[in-house]
């Protein structure tokens, strides 16, 4: 990375926003588990990676209302 080096502070501040809060174009997912939990989130690509989820796949659950691995998106903004 060219520049100048983050501060200890910017990094922590930064460390501690979560995933996807770097990026103000990503985009904030709705998804409701089998359970019947609701969660948001943003950058939601390091999460599928997580679960061993497929992201196109669990878009595709917004249209069709079912359900992919135990979770569904009910919207994306």
Aim: aromatic share 6%; glycine share 12%.
């Amino acid at each position: 990375r060219k520049g100048v080096p983050r501060s200890a502070e910017v990094k922590q501040r930064l460390k501690g926003m979560g995933a996807g809060a770097s990026n103000p174009r990503a985009k904030t997912w709705t998804l409701q588990s089998e359970s019947g939990e609701i969660m948001e989130m943003k950058g939601i690509k390091p999460w599928c990676v997580r679960q061993g989820l497929v992201q196109a796949t669990l878009k595709k659950t917004l249209g069709t209302n079912t359900f992919y691995k135990g979770y569904r998106v009910l919207s994306i903004t």
